[in-house]
C-alpha cells in the first residue's frame, strides 16, 4: 500500500496499541527489578577489643539497594526476569501478525499469556510483575483476541 502526500494513514488498532504499551511495560519492569534500588537493607557491625571481652554493637547502617547489589544475578534470578520482561514482546508479535494476516499470531499471543503467568509462582517478582505486566498482558490479548482481523480502528 502507497501512502503519498495527502492520504489517510491507516491507524494502529486498539488491541496493538495496548499491546505495544504492554511490551514496553514489561521491559520497564524487568529493568526496574533488576536495577532500581528497591530493597532496604540494615549493618550492624560487633567489635570485639579483646579475647573474654563481650562483643559490643557497632553502629547500626540502613541503606536501599539493588537487585543487582544484593545477590548475583546470573544465572537467577536474570534469566526468569529477562522471560518475564520479554513475553509482553511476544504478545506484540503475535498481535501484529494476526492482524496482518500472518499464520502462528494467535499461538505466539497464546504463548506470551503462559509465559508471563510462570511469574505467580515468585514470591518476590510477582508483586511487581502481576500487576503492571500479567494483567495488562490479559487486557491487551483479550482485545487483540476479541478484534476482527479485518477492522481498522484509529
Known amino acids: 500500500m502507497r501512502i503519498g ?3 489517510n494513514v491507516p491507524g494502529r ?4 496499541r495496548a499491546a505495544f ?3 514496553m511495560l514489561g521491559v520497564a519492569m524487568g529493568l526496574l527489578f533488576l536495577f532500581a534500588p528497591i530493597q532496604g537493607y540494615c549493618m550492624t557491625t560487633a567489635t570485639n577489643p579483646q579475647p573474654g571481652v563481650p562483643a559490643t554493637p557497632g553502629p547500626t547502617i540502613c541503606g536501599q539497594q539493588s537487585l ?4 548475583p544475578i546470573w544465572p537467577m534470578p536474570f534469566l ?3 522471560l518475564w520482561s520479554t513475553a509482553p514482546l ?3 508479535v503475535g498481535v501484529r501478525r494476526r492482524f496482518t494476516g500472518q499464520s502462528g499470531g494467535t499461538t505466539l499471543v497464546a504463548l506470551a499469556l503462559v509465559l508471563e503467568a510462570t511469574v505467580l509462582i515468585s514470591f518476590g517478582a510477582a508483586p511487581f510483575f ?3 505486566v500479567l494483567l495488562p498482558l490479559i487486557i491487551s490479548s483479550a482485545l487483540a483476541l476479541s478484534s476482527r482481523v479485518d477492522q481498522r480502528r484509529g
Do not use: C
Open 13 to 16: 488498532r486498539l488491541a496493538e
Open 130 to 132: 502481576a500487576p503492571f
Open 68 to 71: 543487582f547489589q544484593a545477590q
Open 80 to 82: 526468569a526476569v529477562a
Open 90 to 92: 511476544i504478545g506484540y
Open 5 to 7: 502526500y495527502g492520504e
Open 21 to 23: 504499551v504492554t511490551a
